[in-house]
């Protein structure tokens, strides 16, 4: 089973993406981890991403896809996957659907209003795992690696107005592309608790399993 994780920035998807990976088995797909990985490798496409990085700009939809067409040939991703951060557009959707078989997009509904607060309160580890100041109890490490928590240079308010704003006008779109390919789940609240939205999640999942 392959899945598209769809949602605003802070809406949740990397901590549902955390669980759903264990309970299903299947693999969590960053397009962030995979950009850090290749240019960490110093792999050719990783320098090329690196190159416009470097320059100011936009890593090119082009070398993005061909960057996730590449991950997607790993044997670990063999058995299913999650897309999270990948497609951000509908360029990126449609080739997407030129090299892989999507079964469902969830895609997590939040009000905007509640997630300045939640990404700017946000910390993360360089392990993937991510948390917010309300319920660290001023913890400064992780849970799952005892690694440092940092909070990333890009979650202050402007910034994240800027990405929920390109969001809206780029990758919200994406949700009546699934929805007309019959592969959006009923759209899940984000409003509550981790655990809750990761119950209706499941429920959608299990729904559309039990209909295969």
Not at 141 to 164: I, W
Not at 178 to 185: C, E, P, S
């Amino acid at each position: 089973m392959n899945i598209v994780l769809l949602g605003a920035p802070g809406a949740g998807k990397g901590t549902q993406a955390s669980k759903l990976e264990q309970k299903y088995n299947l693999l969590h797909i960053s397009t962030g981890d995979i950009f850090r990985a290749n240019i960490k490798g110093g792999t050719p496409i990783g320098k090329l991403a690196k190159s416009y990085i470097d320059a100011g700009q936009l890593v090119p939809d082009e070398v993005t896809c061909d960057i996730v067409k590449d991950r997607l040939t790993w044997q670990d991703a063999a058995n299913g996957y999650m897309l999270d951060g990948f497609p951000r557009n509908l360029f990126q959707a449609e080739k997407l659907d030129e090299f892989a078989h999507i079964d469902l997009c969830v895609n997590i509904s939040v009000e905007f209003s509640l997630l300045m607060d939640r990404i700017c309160g946000r910390r993360v580890c360089s392990c993937g795992e991510s948390y917010h100041i309300s319920t660290l109890g001023g913890r400064t490490t992780c849970a799952k690696c005892g690694q440092p928590l940092y909070q990333r240079a890009d979650d202050n308010p402007e910034t994240v107005q800027a990405r929920l704003n390109t969001y809206n006008t780029q990758t919200a779109p994406l949700i009546d592309y699934y929805k007309k390919q019959g592969k959006l789940v009923t759209v899940v609240s984000g409003e509550g608790s981790p655990d809750e939205v990761f119950v209706q999640i499941c429920k959608e999942i299990d729904n559309f399993k039990a209909q295969q």
